[in-house]
């Protein structure tokens, strides 16, 4: 159910907790789609199965094997442009409100790294998972014109998200301890 109230007790406070039962439908949905099975993404599009996981995925900030979980399936929806997947991201993001709410989770974390004098605790714990979806759905965006349309339509994207996602993969880039001098 997604009004599950039990709470794990956690250095940061008291945190939802997320049963074995959602990590293995959310698994077996992933499963289902890497067949590539048109059916299964129909069924995803009709059911409105994605939106639900991210409905889940934050709805629970410290879950980091949900996180996994829910990031692996939609990057197998992300990994291929055939034309009903295209529709299910196109879905995903204009009418699940994804785009929107990785722009308002970016600005967000913005927001709080500004306001904090001292780093006791990160405000959530699934940032570096929005990072890894971000590039997916660039990468993607490149490839479908479509999805780059609606992905240019929404206000901070290309303003507040892409920069930090730019700026993030550059920093991952670069060689640790800045290389060696001649």
């Known amino acids: 159910s997604l009004s599950q109230t039990a709470t794990l007790s956690m250095p940061i406070g008291s945190v939802p907790a997320v049963g074995v039962t959602i990590l293995e439908v959310i698994n077996l949905v992933t499963m289902l789609a890497k067949t590539g ?69 970016f600005t967000a974390e913005d927001s709080a790294a500004k306001a904090r004098v001292r780093h006791r605790h990160a405000r959530v714990g699934y940032m570096g998972h929005l990072q890894l979806l971000c590039n997916e759905i660039r990468e993607y965006a490149a490839k479908e014109p479509e999805c780059a349309a609606v992905l240019t339509a929404v206000t901070g994207w290309s303003e507040i998200l892409l920069p930090v996602v730019d700026e993030t993969a550059r920093v991952q880039s670069e060689q640790l301890g800045g290389g060696v001098s001649d």
């Open 37 to 105: 099975c048109g059916d299964i993404f129909d069924a995803l599009l009709r059911e409105q199965l994605l939106p639900r996981c991210l409905e889940i995925f934050f709805r629970h900030p410290w879950s980091s094997l949900l996180h996994n979980a829910i990031r692996s399936l939609l990057s197998e929806v992300l990994s291929s442009t055939d034309g009903v997947r295209l529709e299910l991201i196109i879905s995903l993001l204009r009418e699940g409100g994804l785009a929107e709410r990785l722009v308002a989770e």
